[in-house]
């Protein structure tokens, strides 16, 4: 074989893992083909509105269709007796939820509620919720260290981002009615996590983006119980956009019909591979190949997922994360592990500040192109290499 | 002919004219067929990210080239120099425009910006500038009222919503530096109004829901002159929604395209009937008839626009505007017109009050579909026929 070297000169073009863009799954949607092409004519979707009598009045019938069709087949959500949410992304989706948990008081002099997550938590959860100074919410930080009476918003990312742990609520509250949670499942499908059951919150949300890949569509959806929470969360979208793209509604509902016929077996076709199997298999292998890097490391350590038995695919299986949350080890190299691999190895990823974390942690996105992915373990390699021979050879 | 008849039992459908929602364009966009055809195959704008070298890096290199063609094609604003900012519908663009405006300061105590537009304005402006209770920016009603000293923003619609009037900047203010103005030109095209000059403005934004008449696409965008004011308004966008549906992105671009090559003789097509001559020339036709219903009117009077050399249309030509701003007389029936329109006559519009006007204007949609305006004309005929003759015939 070639002899790794470690990698310094200017020369070696940047490595971006820094988000989670899904593109890894392009190569899947390319093979299947003509049945996932989306055709829209000139004079269709022209309106602002889809369905007025329903709380989410600019939903999509399609896509309401195909979301339950989608989560019958992943077995990973309740959608009976449930209102659908569309949103542009579920980052819309996470305000509207805010929004919809806040407004409506009575109280005119309501001070902001506090909104919190546990560490380490997704590195926008506070800006997103900061960035227009709401007089509605307030981020409050880690929820473990969350002692304040009155109400609170509590979030839950499972699997989480960055470090793919499943996750319940933590906050303990003497009062403990007065909190709210909202369950961010984006990762909860079973190429990320095993399938434990269908999850069963009174307000969870999905996306398009981390479901199948499909990003660029800015498609989230909410499955929501209480009428009047729907409604307010429909309006929160109203007054930020008048609705969602009813071309990228379409067109997630296309998509998510393709995977759901390949499981229902319409369109029978011997060439065609499953989606989340496939997904699955590609996750699967990428930890495998990343794991036996950081395994003849000093410097670096990956977490460990148990293993579970996943309802999906009918056997005991581990966790994929989208994200790597690598660690530099003590004493190793550095204790800023974003640094560490920017300025000497020009390998991008998100430190663990961000993320209401130590420095020493780095999130990597695990979702890159076959090329991309491939150049991350090669320098990462020859990081190792470098590092325990001093660059010997 | 058949004699009309005072209209009051319940058999009668309601008549939504409350929305301005576009659909009067859906047959022009029908008859052209198969090269607006949208086509997007599944394995396409899969990523978040367009250009990262841009201010608005989610913004799709052919959407951007085709906002400039139609632009040089309308005439009705200046692009070289300017950034291209795109908007989940020029809804988001106002809020982006608020927050570049008032983010970034360095006092940490600022009080929240005052948002000012002329009365009658645009009836979501409060709610959209009011619902998260923002610290930055604080709706503060009629320009013509406001009187305060410092910072503030004044928007200006023109062509007016409701009211169809051509506007400029009104606020005076001693220490005039401190107000930014932004521009919503969203009905500043051909069809609707005289193009007297291309809009120069340091902040302006369009949206695709009234130019080409595609509102279920979601799709705005800001022209700006300040490379931070653009990179500004793209965090909110980041922060709101990480971008914009790049499906929608890249419909709005083929349509857009589809205009520009019929004014551009590229693939010249005998049978086909150019865009905006088609438009205006549709509007005009349902102003005339309306116009002529109500001179008739003891009821009902409407605004009247003056001529003005229209450098698109080459002549002296009127405005037709989006919506008809209905009076009802002093004296007449009633002071409520929406009131009056809906439980007499079930035609749903919206009331002068929300627009902070006087009760006696309604807001009616001059874009519904073919069959509805000429339900509403025959209602309203109906209406001004029952009022002077006391429905005898």
Chains 1, 2 share one sequence.
């Not at 070639?2 to 989670?20: C, R, W, Y």
């Not at 038995?309 to 080890?329: D, I, N, Q, R």
Request: net charge negative; with cysteine; aromatic share 12%.
């Amino acid at each position: 074989g070639t002899k790794p070297q470690a990698v310094s000169s200017s020369s070696e073009a940047v490595i971006n893992l820094d988000h989670g863009d899904p593109t890894v799954y392009e190569s899947f949607w390319g093979k299947v083909g003509e049945k996932c092409t989306m055709v829209i004519k000139g004079n269709e979707l022209m309106s602002y509105i889809s369905d007025l009598r329903k709380p989410c009045w600019f939903l999509e019938e399609e896509l309401e269709n195909s979301i339950k069709r989608l989560h019958h087949v992943a077995g990973n959500a309740v959608v009976d007796d449930r209102y659908v949410v569309v949103g542009t992304g579920s980052t819309q989706l996470y305000q509207a939820v805010l929004y919809a948990l806040t407004t409506g008081g009575t109280a005119p002099e309501q001070q902001p509620v506090p909104v919190v997550c546990a560490a380490p938590y997704y590195s926008q959860y506070e800006d997103e919720t900061d960035f227009l100074r709401s007089g509605l919410y307030k981020w409050a930080g880690d929820a473990y260290a969350f002692d304040k009476e009155g109400p609170y918003i509590e979030v839950v990312t499972s699997p989480n981002n960055p470090d793919g742990t499943t996750r319940e609520a933590v906050v303990i509250n003497s009062l403990a009615d007065q909190g709210k949670i909202l369950y961010d499942l984006a990762y909860y499908w079973p190429q990320y996590t095993p399938i434990t059951r269908a999850a069963d919150y009174d307000i969870m949300y999905f996306t398009f983006s981390k479901s199948t890949g499909h990003a660029g569509s800015r498609i989230g959806w909410a499955l929501v119980k209480d009428e009047e929470i729907a409604k307010k969360m429909t309006r929160f979208i109203e007054l930020s956009s008048i609705g969602v793209s009813k071309d990228s509604q379409l067109r997630a509902a296309k998509i998510m019909g393709v995977i759901c016929d390949g499981y229902q077996d319409f369109e029978s076709d011997e060439n065609s591979e499953n989606f989340f199997e496939y997904a699955h298999q590609l996750m699967e292998d990428r930890w495998k190949r990343l794991r036996e890097i950081v395994a003849r490391s000093n410097v670096f350590s990956l977490p460990k997922y148990p293993q579970e038995y996943c309802l999906f695919h009918g056997e005991f299986t581990e966790s994929y994360p989208a994200f790597a949350w690598l660690k530099c080890k003590e004493g190793a190299i550095d204790e800023d592990c974003e640094k560490f691999l920017r300025e000497s190895y020009k390998i991008v990823g998100r430190g663990g500040r961000r993320f209401g974390a130590d420095p020493s942690y780095a999130r990597l996105s695990m979702l890159s192109r076959d090329e991309v992915f491939q150049q991350f373990l090669d320098r990462l390699q020859s990081i190792n290499n470098g590092t325990v021979s001093n660059g010997n050879y």
